[in-house]
């Protein structure tokens, strides 16, 4: 085994569940999530001989994930519109009918209102909110400045807790 | 507020997760000169198939027939829209048929008359022009 393949091993050992979940919370399909979770580690590895280490392996590998969730619901939104429904209905649709879905109906309304965010702060909501990671290292990811993340996750928070208050009326 | 992503996994996900991910170095290893090669085929035989389509509509228009081998109906179908001659050459006197009929201003009046021109006009077209 080279030294290639030992870092992406690495990789793979120390990152796939925490890829995972980020992946998870974006697309709310378990199937999606699998499938774009091996696309995204099939791309670090093609870019794992490139990466010089200008940036922290953790923020270079969620920068490839967050890419490709994406890419992946920028193209359900295509299928979406072709069926004349929207992605924040698609997805909807999904946390309804999950069957990996194990949480409860107060859970299951905030699942719902980040999706009917607007993406940059769907992003920043879920990686402040639920994977803890700090500003900064959000800033690294996403390429947008700490100022606009704070601003983006407090415009996000107080949506959502409207959201949730007229859906518990 | 639990923090928690409410989702689950199958069990033994993420084991079977980290062995399938493992594999992804020998996948890649194994491309074939065919995987590069297939992508260039499939063009050429998407040009090929519109050369092919293309030829074929082509043929389907027919040729203009070559010149005395027509017959009337060739010749109306291929015959320009816009005269080639002078469209002013109808009213040279020269070419005008031999059995035309002549008036004179005698008979010309009258017609004019018959037909309820009123006398200014017909003042207008005989002494004015």
């Known amino acids: 085994m080279d030294n290639l393949e030992q870092t992406f091993n690495e990789i793979v050992a120390k990152y796939r569940e925490r890829l995972y979940w980020h992946i998870r919370s974006l697309v709310c399909s378990h199937e999606d999530a699998d499938d ?8 670090i590895w093609k870019a794992l001989p490139g990466f010089r ?6 923020t270079w590998a969620w920068r490839i994930a967050t890419n490709e969730a994406l890419n992946f619901l920028h193209k359900q939104k295509v299928r979406a519109a072709l069926s004349f429904e929207s992605l924040r209905t698609t997805l909807e649709n999904r946390i309804d009918e999950d069957p990996w ?3 409860d109906a107060l859970q299951r309304d905030l699942a719902k209102a980040i999706v009917s965010l607007p993406e940059k702060q769907r992003l920043v909501f879920q990686m402040r909110y639920f994977e803890d990671l700090s500003y900064e290292q959000i800033s690294e990811i996403t390429g947008t400045s700490v100022g606009a993340l704070k601003a983006s996750y407090h415009i996000a928070y107080e949506k959502i807790r409207e959201k949730l208050k007229l859906s518990s009326l | 507020m639990n923090r928690k992503l409410p989702y689950k996994t199958p069990e033994g996900y993420f084991e079977a997760l980290g062995a399938r991910l493992s594999e992804i170095p020998q996948t890649a290893a194994r491309r074939s000169a065919w995987d590069y090669i297939r992508p260039s ?3 050429a035989a998407l040009i090929l198939f519109a050369l092919g389509v293309g030829s ?11 010149a005395g081998e027509a017959d009337s109906y060739e010749l ?12 002013y050459a109808i009213f040279d006197a020269a070419e005008a048929p031999s059995d035309a009929v002549s008036y004179d201003s005698e008979d010309i009046v009258s017609y004019l008359i018959d037909s309820g021109t009123s006398l200014e006009t017909i ?5 004015d022009y």
């Not at chain 2, 320009?80 to 002078?86: A, E, F, G, H, Q």
């Open chain 1, 36 to 43: 774009v979770l091996q696309d995204c580690f099939v791309k």
């Open chain 1, 53 to 58: 280490g200008d940036a922290e392996p953790f």
């Open chain 1, 101 to 103: 879905f194990d949480g």
């Open chain 2, 41 to 43: 085929l499939a063009y």
């Open chain 2, 56 to 66: 074929l509509l082509f043929r389907s228009v027919p040729a203009a027939p070559a």
């Open chain 2, 76 to 87: 109306m179908y291929y015959a320009d829209l816009v005269p080639r001659t002078d469209p």
């Open chain 2, 123 to 127: 003042n207008t077209l005989l002494y």
